[in-house]
């Protein structure tokens, strides 16, 4: 082998995305799919670096689209989405395919609805890009032993 081909190799390695990275960047893939305008949100769940289910964030199964229709407002947010967690668990369920003691990956740290449930699923690491603050979220993960991290934050 020599010197040239030799670098070629270290750059191609140095160049690839580590797990976490490849099932983040997934995670982006999947919310371009989103049907709400306000926000695009993507999730993956893996377990042994096998993807066992994908959600983004739209309107149930079967029925009209934010983008078709416009948002359903109430207070201020759009009522017509379910979260892209939800609809990970909700494709998972769907299909029969077991969850517990998987790793979520999503473009958004979950809110504190979807925390009850990824607690409740059996979901034991959270890897996420963008921050949502929410104190009670974050008491319930910890108190869960749920492991938590964000990054490459956008
Ligand atoms: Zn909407
Ligand atoms: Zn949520």
Redesign the pocket.
Known sequence: MDHMTTEGCQTHADARPSWDQYFLNIADVVATRSTCPRRAVGAVLVRQRQILSTGYNGAPRGLVHCTDAGCLMRDGHCVRTS????NAIAQAAYHGVAVSDSTLYCTDK??L??TKLLINAGIRRIVYRREYEDSVSDGMLAEAGIAVEQIDPR
């Open positions: 979260h892209a967690e939800m979950p809110c609805i979807c």
